[in-house]
């Protein structure tokens, strides 16, 4: 996504929730999740910054029924989750990186 040229970039997420926290609607009022919503605006502040003068970014939400074939292969992806194997978090690519901390 950091390197798309100008377009607008769009997450579609099932989740209500996140798509209203994240776009500034709903405030995040639950310090359980009050740390991974703070690290995902920093995460998209980043992609914005490293994208200047780009279309905007924003997240928007999917019902279920209509996003099947993607929540089944998030489903996959969980599910065959290996710590043993994966030991620096989850990369998505060279320079984004998800990890526990």
């Not at 019902?63 to 194997?85: M, P, Q, T």
């Amino acid at each position: 996504a950091a390197t798309l040229p100008r377009e607008a970039i769009v997450f579609r997420v099932d989740s209500m929730l996140v798509a209203n926290q994240l776009g500034g609607t709903w405030a995040c009022r639950s310090t359980d999740l009050r740390p991974l919503y703070e690290k995902a605006v920093r995460l998209l502040q980043m992609l914005q910054q490293n994208r200047e003068n780009a279309g905007e970014i924003r997240v928007q939400h999917v019902y279920r029924e209509f996003n099947r074939d993607a929540d089944g292969l998030a489903n996959e992806a969980i599910d065959s989750y290996d710590r043993s194997i994966h030991t620096n978090g989850i990369v998505v690519d060279d320079r984004w990186t998800l990890s526990d901390d």
